[in-house]
């Protein structure tokens, strides 16, 4: 990060992302300018249905027993369990799907360049628009609320969204500003 980056990325951790009038839009909206133009580089499936999609530049990961991992993007975003994958007219597969069939769609959108990160409802979800006519939503239809993330893995990136208590939710992050 240039000094000049760093400077931006302080400038905006002392106005608190998440107070006052700023419950997260403005992050999602940082996020979206950060995000747009780069490639999912990298995708993967957790524990059930839950998805991990990786953008940008991917850094290997080894787990506890020295094995390779699933690598990290510079940006990362995690969908729980709930959601879907989308082509213009239609869902091509979701959390429900056979393993076989969402695991072939996932495979499918490494290389895929975001275009735009949005939210829609009134509980936020959260919706990545791709290349190619492809959209990855969070869909929860479950009680309790969505549960997706957007994480920055950069040295000071910004700080993880989420939603918590039916909004967009900026997760404290340690600041290397002084």
Same mark, same amino acid.
């Given at each position: 990060?240039?000094? $000049? !980056?760093?400077?931006?990325?302080?400038?905006?951790? $002392?106005?608190?992302?998440?107070?006052?009038?700023?419950?997260?839009?403005? +992050?999602? &909206? =940082?996020?979206? =300018?950060?995000?747009?133009?780069?490639? @999912? /580089?990298?995708?993967?499936?957790?524990?059930? &249905?839950?998805?991990?999609?990786?953008?940008?530049?991917?850094?290997?990961?080894?787990?506890? =027993?020295? &094995?390779?991992?699933?690598?990290?993007?510079?940006?990362?975003?995690? @969908?729980?369990?709930?959601? #879907?994958? *989308?082509?213009?007219?239609? @869902?091509?597969?979701?959390?429900?799907? *056979?393993?076989?069939?969402?695991?072939?769609?996932?495979?499918?959108?490494?290389?895929?360049?975001?275009?735009?990160? /949005? /939210?829609?409802?009134?509980?936020?979800?959260?919706?990545?628009? +791709? &290349? !190619?006519?492809?959209?990855?939503?969070?869909?929860?239809?479950?009680?309790?609320?969505?549960?997706? $993330?957007?994480?920055?893995? #950069? /040295?000071?990136?910004?700080?993880?969204?989420?939603?918590?208590?039916?909004?967009?939710?900026?997760?404290?992050?340690?600041?290397?500003?002084?």
């Amino acid at each position: 990060m240039s000094a $000049a !980056d760093e400077r931006q990325h302080c400038n905006k951790s $002392a106005r608190g992302y998440g107070t006052g009038m700023n419950d997260g839009t403005q +992050l999602l &909206s =940082d996020y979206r =300018d950060v995000l747009s133009d780069i490639f @999912i /580089t990298h995708a993967w499936r957790g524990h059930g &249905s839950a998805i991990f999609l990786e953008l940008g530049k991917l850094t290997p990961k080894l787990r506890s =027993d020295g &094995s390779s991992g699933n690598p990290d993007g510079e940006f990362t975003l995690m @969908i729980g369990w709930s959601w #879907r994958i *989308e082509e213009a007219d239609h @869902i091509v597969c979701g959390s429900e799907s *056979e393993v076989e069939v969402f695991e072939h769609w996932l495979r499918k959108l490494v290389g895929r360049k975001v275009l735009n990160v /949005t /939210t829609f409802g009134r509980i936020p979800e959260i919706m990545l628009s +791709l &290349s !190619d006519d492809l959209y990855v939503s969070s869909f929860m239809t479950a009680e309790g609320g969505p549960e997706w $993330a957007l994480m920055d893995h #950069r /040295t000071n990136g910004l700080p993880t969204l989420m939603t918590k208590k039916g909004r967009l939710w900026p997760e404290e992050r340690r600041s290397s500003c002084s």
